[in-house]
């Protein structure tokens, strides 16, 4: 198996575990036949500057949107900055618009879901969010199939989850997808994290 690149989008006020949750899964999955790990996790912001998530904390970013590589999966996470200033980003939407072309995977975190629905990823397709932005997801983006009380849905190169630590389940589910259920559950043992696949 090609080691694939994760992309982590950051930006000001992110939530931190919606990233970090993806980060640990992701970074820590192994296949004990590669020598490589299965997969190269880096961080984006737009301009690739050091950015201030939720509740103070500091994150360098590894790239910019103008010097990243090309990217297999694009982690899409949510926060109070994704639903309140990056919405409104024409650049991030753009940025999300044309990594979902090239990549095979987009996936959102909580409130990232606003994002990929507000860059017409989500039109027609499942998705859900954190439960506390659902009714708004449902009520400003009205082609969105919204689904309630799941931890994240899954339409094939499209996912969502719901909020904070459900990116960590989904990104389980992505490892199971990819690379089978045993690396998923020695991962999650790895965390101490329980799963159900």
């Not at 500091?58 to 639903?83: M, R, T």
């Not at 753009?94 to 090239?102: L, P, S, T």
């Not at 659902?134 to 799941?150: A, G, M, N, T």
Request: aromatic content about 8%; charged content about 20%; hydrophobic content about 40%.
């Amino acid at each position: 198996m090609k080691q694939k690149t994760v992309g982590i989008l950051l930006f000001d006020e992110v939530e931190v575990l919606d990233f970090a949750g993806p980060f640990e899964v992701f970074s820590l999955a192994n296949v004990p036949e590669m020598t490589a790990s299965p997969f190269a996790v880096k961080t984006i912001s737009e301009k690739g500057k050091l950015i201030t998530a939720r509740n103070g904390l500091k994150v360098c970013p590894d790239y910019s949107f103008s010097n990243h590589q090309v990217l297999d999966i694009v982690i899409i996470p949510g926060g109070y900055g994704a639903e309140t200033k990056e919405i409104n980003n024409p650049n991030i939407i753009k940025w999300i618009q044309d990594q979902n072309k090239k990549a095979s995977i987009t996936a959102s975190v909580c409130t990232g879901a606003l994002l990929l629905a507000k860059a017409g990823i989500l039109d027609g397709r499942k998705a859900t969010t954190h439960w506390m932005d659902i009714d708004r997801l449902e009520s400003e983006f009205p082609s969105v199939q919204v689904q309630r009380e799941v931890k994240f849905t899954d339409e094939g190169s499209i996912l969502t989850s719901g909020g904070i630590s459900a990116g960590i389940n989904m990104s389980f589910h992505l490892v199971a997808r990819l690379l089978g259920r045993d690396i998923a559950r020695q991962t999650a043992k790895r965390m101490e994290y329980n799963i159900v696949l």
